[in-house]
């Protein structure tokens, strides 16, 4: 189907422990996002990738680690998951990457819980 | 203070009545202004975006934007039921590719 994909829906894991969370989209779009969203702040950007090879920082990228070798994924991995990780992860994608007009498609979402 | 900020709510209005949800930004150099949907349990999706000072109308919405007060809002009209959602207020900044969210406001509109 095409789309936007993310895996896994929901995981649990423990402090310490690495956490890889991916997202797939289907689109070619050049520009792809990862954020979280937690209550009172809102979705906050971790990290953006505008095409294979090249990403960049955003808002809240500390404990995270990014990659992207093909243009249709862009993984997201916590190298030693910690509670204040625990969030909602959204990624998403869209053509213009910060253009006037830009549309950006999100995935469903992956519930992580770090105990 | 927060680079976007909107009340968080939750802001109840009757089914048909006009909705009003508002966002200020504090970057003055703001290029555009995006409303996103977001229903409890799902994710975001867009529903309109602007960028020139004024009125932007959308069928039911309309979007309205005020760069001198650093001002966005936006108006549902004939609110309905299915319009209960959370509203996130989105900016992209002038040196900026990246977007920047508000915290969103819950919004019920009951029968």
């Known amino acids: 189907d095409a789309g936007i994909t993310q895996s896994p829906r929901y995981k649990i894991t423990e402090t310490g422990r690495q956490v890889t969370l991916m997202c797939h989209q289907t689109?070619?779009?050049?520009?792809m996002f990862w954020y979280r969203q937690d209550l009172g702040h809102g979705l906050r950007l971790i990290y953006y990738?505008?095409?294979?090879?090249?990403?960049d920082k955003g808002e809240v990228p500390d404990g995270y680690v990014v990659s992207r070798s093909k243009t249709e994924n862009f993984p997201l991995t916590l190298e030693s998951a910690t509670r204040s990780q625990t969030s909602v992860y959204f990624c998403?994608?869209?053509?213009?990457?910060?253009?006037?007009?830009?549309?950006?498609?999100f995935g469903p979402g992956t519930r992580l819980t770090v105990l | 203070q927060k680079e976007v900020e909107q009340n968080s709510g939750p802001l109840s209005v009757p089914e048909g009545a006009i909705a009003s949800l508002n966002c200020t930004y504090s970057?003055?150099?703001?290029?555009?202004f995006f409303w996103y949907r977001q229903y409890s349990g799902k994710s975001p999706e867009l529903i309109m975006f602007?960028?020139?000072?004024g009125d932007k109308e959308d069928g039911r919405f309309t979007a309205q934007l005020n760069k001198a007060s650093q001002y966005v809002s936006l108006l549902i009209r004939d609110s309905q039921p299915s319009d209960s959602a959370t509203y996130l207020c989105?900016?992209?900044?002038?040196?900026?590719?990246?977007?920047?969210f508000g915290a969103g406001t819950r919004l019920t509109v009951k029968p």
């Open positions: 689109w070619s779009h050049s520009y």
């Open positions: 998403a994608s869209s053509d213009e990457g910060g253009g006037h007009t830009d549309t950006q498609y």
């Open positions: 989105a900016v992209i900044g002038k040196n900026n590719n990246d977007m920047r």
């Open positions: 602007i960028y020139s000072n």
């Open positions: 970057d003055r150099g703001s290029q555009s």
């Open positions: 990738s505008a095409a294979a090879d090249i990403t």
